[in-house]
């Protein structure tokens, strides 16, 4: 299945040149969560299923809801509105939707082969990565909890804003 | 066959991309966007390198480094939002006069 490889290295790659020349943030989030997408699928091709679907999960779903919900955070404003309708204009979808029309068609095409089986025969399931992740990388993960913890912390800490006392007796009270 | 050249030399070329990506672009948010460019690049050189020596320990690292690129988000995006509520503009070279 090299030429899922290849067309998936293309689309990522394509996506990712897209995304660096947006000028608006939007339209690089299509393109960089399209290339993200496009990883997904070479690591499947890889023989790596369970990082590809954290792949989708974690990386184009949690963290790019980060970066839509702070797109969407700096966009308040009076030029709003006219960005709302910039983005709307149906000639800034056509470039992330044929890149995924293209993933989707190989995804169709594997999966239409018949055998769910990737290029290799032997792929490394979740099974042999969560025993090695909680067999001899034991410390890494407790290392990772403590950096995820630190991050939370960080970021409430960076954006805790001071209200005024009026405004939270009034919200308790009500 | 499996490509284990051609996935690094992706790797190198999204990685590159990243870089560029950083330098060029003068949007705080477009770098935060190449970080996690060239962050996924590094994962994918594991993942394939442990494809080739058939070890799960690359896609181990892997979840590594989306922890820890998930960390980096949530307060580099909280870092944009502070920024942004003090200077009203998400420019580099704007930051660039800070003191301290």
Request: aromatic share 10%; no cysteine; hydrophobic share 60%.
């Amino acid at each position: 299945m090299t030429i899922v490889f290849y067309a998936s290295s293309a689309v990522a790659i394509v996506a990712t040149v897209l995304m660096l020349t947006r000028l608006h943030a939007v339209h690089a989030l299509l393109y960089l969560i399209v290339s993200l997408l496009a990883i997904a699928v070479i690591f499947y091709d890889l023989g790596a299923p369970f990082v590809a679907a954290l792949e989708v999960i974690i990386y184009a779903g949690a963290i790019m809801v980060l970066f839509v919900f702070v797109v969407m955070l700096l966009n308040l404003g009076e030029q709003a509105s006219r960005a709302e309708r910039a983005l709307l204009t149906p000639s800034m979808w056509i470039g992330p939707s044929v890149l995924a029309v293209i993933l989707l068609a190989e995804f169709i095409w594997i999966l239409m082969r018949g055998s769910a089986r990737p290029m290799q025969a032997a792929s490394i399931g979740p099974v042999e990565v969560g025993v090695t992740l909680f067999g001899s990388y034991l410390i890494g993960v407790e290392l990772a909890s403590m950096l995820l913890l630190g991050g939370l912390v960080g970021a409430y800490h960076l954006g805790w804003r001071k209200v005024p006392k009026t405004e939270v007796t009034h919200a308790s009270h009500s | 066959m499996l490509p284990i050249r051609e996935g690094f030399i992706l790797s190198g070329i999204l990685f590159t991309l990243g870089l560029i990506g950083v330098l060029v672009r003068r949007n705080l948010v477009f770098a935060l966007m190449s970080i996690e460019v060239m962050l996924n690049a590094a994962g994918l050189a594991f993942v394939v390198a442990g494809t080739r020596w058939r070890q799960p320990d690359g896609q181990v690292v892997f979840l590594f480094i989306l922890a820890m690129a998930a960390a980096e988000v949530s307060v580099g995006l909280a870092l944009v939002l502070e920024l942004y509520h003090q200077y009203k503009s998400l420019d580099t070279d704007a930051i660039s006069r800070m003191r301290g």
